[in-house]
């Protein structure tokens, strides 16, 4: 300041020069901060949201699945998850089910995965059930009664096929079944650590034994559900056991199964369980048969399950395996969407059950059968058998109407 008080010109000059490469650096700074951030928005965009296609507009679905939070799901609605929890993307799925409103995801753990060889003992469903229970789900666990090297199917059976036999040995099974209920339910029996993670408590030995292509006798199935009830209380006296349901609808098996002479079925498991994929009439059949059967036992009062049914989505699969009532319902989506709006309230309400699950969450590319489009949601592009080994980067899901319908009876239902 010079003796009037007032700056000199060049310290003026220098001061304004200062503000304005304050002021340029301020928005530079801005500006590059601004695009990284749209940058970032819209790889994240880009990367994770489905593309729409014409006949399954999935416009609505969430741009980035994993910052979705975990909602409480429907106690009453489940899904199945069968082959397709091996896909590489199989979680995106699992948090779109949640996103519907689901409650339960029903999955297979099987003797290899917890006894890869006798006496050898492992973890390998921790990874499965981690997933799915991270994801808000509460599970019902399904598993068969032989493993390859235990197993009483006859010479030049092989693979999977094995597991749908008898055991070799019964003790052996008990094992196995004490010490996965061990690992997953309430108690860890003093199993060490890893076990009693408290993540399972409903329990389905083995799934439709009846089957023509992998049958096993009504009594080694009796046998069998006497001794995984015995092992699976055992572990966890809370749990609660499922038997498996026949897939014909054909009441001699079970009638045989329940009332086998040496191991009385009534008398080992708590819930009952149906599939069912037909009208409505065959349904209810399905149902009664097990009902009175149970009641000429003196065995009534048991909470019902149905833990499949589904319909396709593609026409020609409609026509070929659906049989004389595909006529009733329209061909393709809008199939699949009628039929579940026609019978899951049905059996829910009009038939009292107490759960429903849907087959099935995704539609099966390593399927070639009738059940490859049952799904909700799928990968464009790999339906069907189109690949029996998934590539390492898939498309992001399409949803099929049937989500957004199995998503829509859920929220009335609340």
């Excluded at 061990?182 to 199993?191: C, E, K, V």
């Excluded at 498996?244 to 009534?266: E, M």
């Excluded at 009062?301 to 026409?315: A, H, L, R």
């Excluded at 339906?383 to 099929?400: D, F, G, I, N, V």
Aim: hydrophobic share 35%; with cysteine.
């Amino acid at each position: 300041m010079n003796k009037t008080g007032y700056l000199s010109l060049p310290l003026i000059v220098i001061i304004v020069l200062v503000l304005i490469l304050a002021l340029v650096g301020a928005g530079l700074y801005l500006r590059t901060l601004g695009n990284k951030k749209i940058n970032n928005f819209i790889s994240q965009t880009v990367h994770q949201v489905p593309t729409p296609l014409p006949v399954t507009p999935i416009a609505t679905a969430p741009a980035n699945l994993s910052v979705l939070p975990v909602v409480k799901g429907s106690d009453r609605y489940g899904i199945n998850t069968g082959i397709e929890t091996h896909d590489p993307g199989i979680e995106n799925a699992y948090k779109l089910a949640n996103q519907a409103g689901i409650g339960w995801i029903r999955i297979s753990c099987n003797w290899a995965s917890i006894e890869p060889s006798e006496g050898k003992w492992s973890n390998g469903c921790d990874s499965l059930i981690n997933t799915v229970t991270g994801d808000g789900f509460k599970l019902t666990v399904s598993f068969f009664y032989s493993v390859s090297w235990c197993s009483a199917a006859p010479a030049g059976v092989s693979g999977a096929k094995l597991e749908h036999y008898a055991p070799c040995d019964y003790q052996k099974f008990y094992d196995f079944v004490y010490r996965m209920v061990s690992r997953y339910g309430s108690n860890a029996n003093g199993l060490g650590s890893g076990y009693g993670q408290n993540k399972v408590h409903f329990w389905e030995v083995g799934n439709e034994p009846d089957t023509k292509n992998t049958p096993i006798p009504a009594s080694d199935y009796a046998h069998a559900l006497a001794v995984a009830y015995k092992a699976i209380k055992a572990a966890d006296s809370n749990a609660q056991v499922l038997p498996a349901a026949p897939s014909s609808g054909q009441k001699d098996y079970w009638h045989n199964v329940l009332h086998d002479p040496n191991y009385p079925a009534y008398k080992s498991f708590d819930i009952i369980n149906i599939h069912s994929y037909g009208d409505k009439a065959d349904t209810k059949k399905r149902l009664d048969n097990v009902v009175n059967d149970l009641a000429s036992l003196g065995a009534k009062g048991k909470p019902v399950w149905f833990t499949e049914t589904g319909y396709p989505s593609d026409s020609a699969y409609q026509k070929q395996f659906r049989g004389w009532f595909y006529q009733t319902y329209p061909l393709g989506e809008d199939g699949q969407v009628a039929y579940m709006k026609d019978m899951i309230p049905y059996i829910l309400n009009t038939l009292g059950v107490q759960k429903v699950f849907w087959y099935t969450l995704e539609d099966s590319p390593r399927d070639n059968g009738q059940f490859c489009n049952y799904g909700l949601v799928y990968y464009p592009g790999y339906q069907c058998a189109q690949s029996l080994t998934m590539p390492a980067t898939l498309p992001p899901y399409s949803l099929k109407k049937a989500y957004t319908a199995y998503k829509d009876l859920i929220s009335q239902d609340k």
